[in-house]
């Protein structure tokens, strides 16, 4: 098996990944490009950095809590548009030993999650908006200040070699890392003052061949503007899956639209929502990675922590269906989803139906089925057992298995039975084992 093939499964099996979104932005607490959509100066942004001092954050208790959660690798904000820097970085000041937290959090906050052995990745910004070397553009907090882009013209050949530097010391200073994520390129971007920058400006071709001179195993995301690498669609589902099968992606996505903590934005999706997108997510063979801002303080905020852990308790019980799963050819009933793994074809059920589902194609081809959660059998009738008297012990069931039998002679159709009371689950899934793997 090749070096390729080992990241890409490592990735693919793991489906459910977390975004850390933390830093100066946190201490604001009303979204993570506070700087900008505000206009705050480098100066005035300058109180968050005094006053930043997560004193209740304890690594290994975000550790614990991600990986209770069911989250298989972890996404960090090394460094984030802002330019305020995670770690003891040699490049800048503008970093967390200088703050009165004083300590290398990124240092922590790695070891912390590869002991409770989630894979590592890092977030790195493209965008800087406090290094000088940064050209001023559209998007940066400065941008109508014409004095201080006088003063400061920017030069992106020195912002390029302090870019390829501080990559050096992530990839060189913190043992393994899997995957190194930047955002983001907006090359087609034009303000009419100023252009978007890509590739070019960031000197991509260069930082990539570093990288993985560093880290030959490591994963790149696609926001590097090279057309390449896994792909990130940000708070959006897909309608289907990549035409490649073999090409990764990951779906990221917010609890409550901002990324970093935002203490007045209530407007939170709820655990079942955020469990179905996971679970549309895997039926269409990506990842999912939802997000989480902790608070100044180093907390995880109530709302946040419970959703996650909501969604965490339904994996203890029915993960079989999401970890190493993925999506599979056949046409899954309206309101279901299909996830597949060897010989097992996980049918999640997202509105509870009255009595009998009708499953396409599947006629013949199912050997068990059981509902995932509590291990419980579920009968089930195709043209190889109907009419038979094996399954119609009651008059009741015999009823129902009569109004559907015009259906489900139907040699294509396999026919569940299921429980008319809901399952306690956000989402129930019935397990079928095939009398043949899928490929
Ligand atoms: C964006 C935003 C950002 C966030 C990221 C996560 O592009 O600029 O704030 O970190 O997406 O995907």
């Known amino acids: 098996m090749t070096e390729i093939t080992n990241r890409k499964k490592w990735f693919s099996e793991s489906r459910y990944g977390l975004f850390i979104h933390f830093g100066l932005y946190s201490v604001?607490?009303?979204?993570?490009?506070?700087q900008t959509l505000e206009e705050i100066?480098?100066?005035?942004?300058?109180?968050?950095?005094?006053?930043?001092?997560?004193?209740?954050?304890?690594?290994?208790?975000?550790?614990?809590?991600?990986?209770?959660?069911?989250?298989?690798?972890?996404?960090?904000?090394?460094?984030?548009?802002?330019?305020?820097c995670l770690w003891d970085t040699k490049e800048t000041d503008y970093q967390i030993c200088n703050t009165n937290y004083r300590k290398d959090l990124l240092n922590e906050l790695i070891e912390a999650f590869r002991n409770v052995g989630m894979k590592i990745g890092l977030y790195y910004s493209l965008l800087d908006w406090h290094h000088h070397g940064f050209e001023v553009d559209g998007y940066h907090p400065m941008r109508n200040k014409h004095e201080y882009i006088e003063r400061?013209?920017?030069?992106?050949?020195?912002?390029?070699?302090?870019?390829?530097?501080?990559?050096?010391?992530?990839?060189?200073?913190?043992g393994k890392i899997d995957y190194i994520?930047?955002?983001?390129?907006?090359?087609?971007?034009?303000?009419?003052?100023s252009l978007g920058k890509g590739a070019e400006d960031w000197g991509s071709k260069v930082l990539e061949t570093q990288i993985l001179q560093l880290q030959p195993d490591i994963l790149i995301n696609d926001r590097l503007g090279l057309g390449r690498g896994v792909q990130t669609p940000e708070q959006f589902s897909r309608n289907k899956g990549l035409e490649d099968e073999n090409a990764l992606w990951e779906t990221v996505q917010t609890l409550n639209?901002?990324?970093?903590?935002?203490?007045?934005?209530?407007?939170?999706?709820?655990?079942?929502?955020?469990?179905?997108q996971l679970i549309d997510t895997v039926s269409k063979g990506g990842n999912f990675t939802m997000n989480i801002g902790p608070n100044a303080r180093g907390l995880w905020d109530d709302r946040s922590a419970s959703i996650l852990s909501e969604v965490g308790q339904w994996l203890v019980r029915n993960g079989e269906s999401i970890y190493g799963s993925t999506s599979c050819s056949y046409r899954p009933p309206i309101d279901c989803r299909y996830t597949q793994k060897g010989d097992k074809l996980y049918l999640h059920i997202f509105s509870w139906p009255y009595r009998t589902i009708l499953l396409p194609d599947l006629g013949?081809?199912?050997?068990?089925?059981?509902?995932?959660?509590?291990?419980?059998?579920?009968?089930?009738?195709d043209t190889k057992n109907l009419g038979g008297e094996r399954e119609a012990t009651t008059d009741l069931y015999k009823e129902i298995?009569?109004?559907?039998?015009?259906?489900?002679?139907?040699?294509?159709?396999l026919m569940l039975n299921v429980p008319i009371i809901k399952p306690n689950e956000f989402v129930s899934v019935i397990e079928l084992t095939l009398k043949e793997a899928l490929e």
Do not use: C
């Open 181 to 193: 994520w930047f955002d983001f390129s907006y090359k087609s971007r034009d303000w009419g003052t």
């Open 257 to 276: 639209n901002s990324w970093g903590y935002d203490r007045d934005n209530l407007q939170f999706k709820s655990s079942e929502l955020v469990l179905k």
């Open 28 to 34: 604001a607490a009303r979204h993570e490009w506070v």
């Open 401 to 413: 298995t009569e109004v559907h039998i015009k259906e489900a002679l139907d040699p294509t159709m």
């Open 152 to 174: 400061h013209p920017g030069d992106m050949h020195t912002y390029r070699k302090f870019m390829s530097n501080q990559v050096k010391e992530l990839l060189s200073n913190y």
């Open 41 to 84: 100066s480098v100066d005035e942004y300058k109180k968050y950095f005094d006053h930043f001092n997560p004193d209740l954050l304890d690594p290994n208790e975000w550790a614990k809590k991600a990986k209770e959660a069911g989250f298989k690798y972890v996404i960090i904000t090394a460094k984030h548009h802002d330019g305020f």
């Open 364 to 381: 013949g081809k199912v050997s068990f089925a059981r509902l995932l959660h509590d291990g419980s059998e579920i009968r089930f009738s």
